[in-house]
C-alpha cells in the first residue's frame, strides 16, 4: 500500500499546501510519493525528495505542465494510479479542480476535505460549516482524496532523501491551453500560510476606512490581511482576503477580528486559529464564542490605540 501526493509547486519550490498533504498521506499507512509535474521542475522535485517521510519523487517533465492544467496533470495521475490506495491533494483551487476529474475516471467517490485519518479506509471531514464533524469509510480501492491542510501540521522540509523517478510523462491532453494570468501582487504573507492575520468586516464602513484602520496594525505585526464575506462583498476589501467556508480556510498562530460579527461561514474559515481576538463593539456578537480574548469596544477607537502601543 503507498499513497501519492500531487505536489503544488511553481516549477522550482514546493507550495505550503504540499508539506501538510504529506503529513496526511503518512497518517494513511505506507510508503510516501509525491508526483511532480511541472515543466524544468527539477528544482522542484529535489525540494520534494528532501521531504521528512517521503520515499520516492515522481519527476513527471513537459512543457504542458509548466500552469498546472487540470486536464493534464489529472492524465499524469491517472497514468500511475494503478500504483497506489490513496492520492491525495491539497483542498485548494488547484486540488480541487484535478482531484474530481480523477474521482469520476476512476469511478470512485471523492474523500474531500478531511482534517484527520483514522485509519487507512476511514476519515473525519468538516460538515456543516464545521458545525459537526463526520466520519466518513471508504470501500474504493483507490481512495481520492482532499486534505484540509490547517487540519495537519507541514511535514518537515529538510531531513528526507527520496529517490527521484523521471518516467515517460502522459502526452498533452489537448483539452485547455494556458492563455494568461493577472496575479495581485502583495508584500504581505499569503494568506493562507500567514502566522498573523488582521481581518475587518463589514463594520468598517468603506474601503478607504478598512485601508485607514487595518492597515497599520497589519504593518505593525507584519500580518496578512483578510477580510468577512460582507466587507468583501461591499468592495471594502478584495476577493482575495476573503476568510470563511466560502473564502479562504485558516488557521495562523494569532487572528485578529475587528468589526466581524462571526456569521457560521465566516466561523468555519478560521476558528481553528491558535489564539483568536475579537473586537466588536456589540457584546452579543457571536465571534466572541470562539475568541480566546475579546474585547467590546469601537474598533475605530480601539485598532488605533492597539496598533500605536505596538
Known amino acids: 500500500m503507498a499513497a501519492l501526493v500531487i505536489a503544488e509547486h511553481d516549477n522550482a519550490t514546493l507550495k505550503g499546501a504540499t508539506l501538510n498533504t504529506v503529513t496526511a498521506a503518512i497518517a494513511c499507512g505506507g510508503e510516501v510519493h509525491v508526483l511532480i509535474a511541472g515543466h524544468n521542475a527539477g528544482e522542484a522535485a529535489k525540494a520534494a525528495a528532501a521531504v521528512a517521510g517521503v520515499t520516492k519523487v515522481i519527476h513527471a517533465e513537459g512543457a504542458y505542465f509548466e500552469h498546472g492544467l487540470a486536464e493534464n496533470v489529472a492524465a499524469q ?9 490513496h492520492l491525495l491533494f491539497p483542498a485548494t483551487a488547484s486540488g480541487k479542480n484535478i482531484a474530481p476529474r ?7 467517490a ?23 464533524i463526520a466520519t466518513v469509510q471508504s470501500a474504493d480501492a483507490t481512495k481520492v482524496i482532499t486534505v484540509r491542510t490547517t487540519g495537519f501540521d507541514p511535514a518537515a522540509a529538510t531531513g528526507g532523501s527520496a529517490s527521484i523517478e523521471t518516467p515517460a510523462a502522459a502526452a498533452d491532453a489537448g483539452k485547455s491551453t494556458f492563455v494568461g494570468s493577472e496575479i ?31 492597515t497599520p496594525l497589519a504593518d505593525k505585526l507584519g500580518a496578512a490581511m483578510g477580510a468577512s464575506r460582507a466587507a468583501v462583498d461591499a468592495g471594502y476589501a478584495p476577493n482575495d482576503w476573503q ?29 481553528d486559529s491558535k489564539v483568536i481576538v475579537a473586537i466588536n463593539k456589540d457584546e452579543e456578537a457571536p465571534i ?7 474585547l467590546v469596544a469601537d474598533l475605530f477607537t480601539a485598532v488605533p490605540e492597539l496598533a500605536k502601543a505596538l
Request: no cysteine.
Open 288 to 294: 466572541f464564542s470562539v475568541a480566546d480574548y475579546g
Open 77 to 85: 495521475v491517472l497514468a500511475i494510479a494503478s500504483n497506489y490506495s
Open 184 to 214: 495581485a501582487k502583495n508584500d504581505r504573507p499569503e494568506l493562507t500560510a500567514a502566522k498573523i492575520i488582521v481581518s475587518g468586516g463589514r463594520a468598517l464602513g468603506s474601503a478607504e476606512k478598512f485601508n485607514e484602520v487595518m
Open 243 to 271: 476568510v470563511g467556508q466560502t473564502g479562504k480556510i485558516v488557521a495562523p498562530q494569532l487572528y485578529i477580528a475587528a468589526g466581524i460579527s462571526g456569521a457560521i461561514q465566516h466561523l468555519a474559515g478560521m476558528k
Open 110 to 132: 471523492q474523500i474531500s476535505d478531511i482534517t484527520k485519518v483514522d485509519s487507512a479506509d476511514t476519515f473525519e471531514r468538516p460538515i456543516y460549516a464545521g458545525n459537526a
Open 102 to 108: 480523477v474521482a469520476a475516471k476512476l469511478d470512485v
